[in-house]
């Protein structure tokens, strides 16, 4: 009896000191950075039309900067081509992919002009170093002496710890992706996005890590890439009618009767979007 007691006193000790050891983690993690990304993909990648996208995923581009390391993928698009959608895509086959693989690495951002405040060069830097450690079974050492070095004086760490800490995480993995939409709205005050990027190629040159990059057509960006793998992202004829066909439901009754015109309908639209991704879009019908 006296055994069966202490062990059940041992087992509520055990879990209740896990529940503290993963508050503990939680709270280092979010003094890394508040910011969380996942939401913004779970919506996005909530907005993909079964099917579309593949494209990306199928191509000979894509295929190699997957299974190759030290890669840097660039993918320009107009403004409306669906960069965020495709980028969304990305990340969702890559989590799927490597799911139960703790040796690789995944880390992503989407940059937006709006929040500004909270996308200077540390703190995206900050987010991939988030991201890439919580993926560990156990926070790395790097990162709670990092937050035992600033606790007490409750200061934050300067460019250069979290660069640093950042590399000696991103060295716990066999493989590292970094996937970054939208880099043309990341800031270019006090030289952001030049940093950024050097700290990314940087990050790639000493650890193998494949970057994912996606911007509009911004020579100062694109040249950055010239010596890079490009594929430029359009909303392919195939996206737009599996969209088109998604969303067929929701045009009048006359139009659902004829299967002529649905095709003219769909037709009409793949030639007016220009490679434009039809998003939320349900064109005017009239009889």
Same mark, same amino acid.
């Given at each position: 009896?006296?055994?069966?007691?202490?062990?059940?006193?041992?087992?509520? #000790?055990?879990?209740?000191?896990?529940?503290?050891?993963?508050?503990?983690?939680?709270?280092?993690?979010?003094?890394?950075?508040?910011?969380?990304?996942?939401?913004?993909?779970?919506?996005?990648?909530?907005?993909?039309?079964?099917?579309?996208?593949?494209?990306?995923?199928?191509?000979?581009?894509?295929?190699?900067?997957?299974?190759?390391?030290?890669?840097?993928?660039?993918?320009?698009?107009?403004?409306?081509?669906?960069?965020?959608? #495709?980028?969304? #895509?990305?990340?969702?086959?890559?989590?799927?992919?490597?799911?139960?693989?703790?040796?690789?690495?995944?880390?992503?951002?989407?940059?937006?002009?709006?929040?500004?405040?909270?996308?200077?060069?540390?703190?995206?830097?900050?987010?991939?170093?988030?991201?890439?450690?919580?993926?560990?079974?156990?926070?790395?050492?790097?990162?709670?002496?990092?937050?035992?070095?600033?606790?007490? !004086? +409750?200061?934050?760490?300067?460019?250069? !710890?979290?660069?640093?800490?950042?590399?000696?995480?991103?060295?716990?993995?066999?493989?590292?992706?970094?996937?970054?939409?939208?880099?043309?709205?990341?800031?270019?005050?006090?030289?952001?996005?030049? +940093?950024?990027?050097?700290?990314?190629?940087?990050?790639?040159?000493?650890?193998?890590?494949?970057?994912?990059?996606?911007? +509009?057509?911004?020579?100062?960006?694109?040249?950055?890439?010239?010596?890079?793998?490009?594929?430029?992202?359009?909303?392919?004829?195939?996206?737009?009618?599996?969209?088109?066909?998604?969303?067929?439901?929701?045009?009048?009754?006359?139009?659902?009767?004829?299967?002529?015109?649905? /095709? /003219?309908?769909?037709?009409?639209?793949?030639?007016?979007?220009?490679?434009?991704?039809?998003?939320?879009?349900?064109?005017?019908?009239? +009889?």
């Amino acid at each position: 009896m006296y055994s069966y007691v202490s062990s059940a006193a041992e087992e509520h #000790i055990d879990q209740v000191k896990q529940r503290q050891d993963d508050k503990d983690r939680r709270d280092i993690l979010d003094w890394v950075t508040p910011v969380d990304y996942s939401p913004q993909q779970t919506d996005y990648i909530g907005r993909r039309q079964a099917g579309t996208g593949q494209w990306l995923l199928d191509s000979g581009e894509f295929q190699k900067w997957l299974k190759t390391n030290q890669q840097t993928l660039f993918c320009p698009g107009i403004p409306g081509a669906g960069k965020t959608i #495709i980028t969304a #895509i990305a990340i969702d086959d890559l989590n799927t992919r490597f799911r139960n693989d703790p040796s690789i690495g995944i880390a992503y951002l989407y940059c937006n002009f709006r929040r500004r405040n909270e996308q200077k060069v540390e703190d995206l830097l900050a987010s991939l170093l988030k991201q890439l450690s919580q993926k560990r079974s156990s926070l790395p050492g790097s990162v709670e002496t990092l937050y035992d070095h600033h606790k007490d !004086e +409750r200061t934050r760490p300067s460019f250069n !710890e979290i660069s640093s800490t950042l590399q000696s995480v991103a060295a716990m993995y066999s493989k590292v992706f970094i996937i970054v939409d939208a880099l043309d709205e990341c800031q270019t005050l006090d030289g952001c996005r030049t +940093r950024f990027l050097s700290e990314l190629f940087n990050l790639q040159a000493k650890h193998g890590a494949n970057l994912f990059m996606t911007s +509009r057509f911004i020579p100062e960006i694109t040249e950055k890439f010239q010596e890079n793998t490009s594929l430029e992202i359009r909303a392919s004829t195939e996206d737009v009618r599996k969209y088109l066909d998604g969303h067929i439901s929701g045009l009048p009754g006359f139009v659902l009767r004829s299967v002529e015109l649905q /095709e /003219e309908i769909k037709t009409g639209i793949v030639k007016a979007v220009g490679g434009m991704y039809v998003d939320s879009y349900v064109p005017p019908v009239s +009889r």
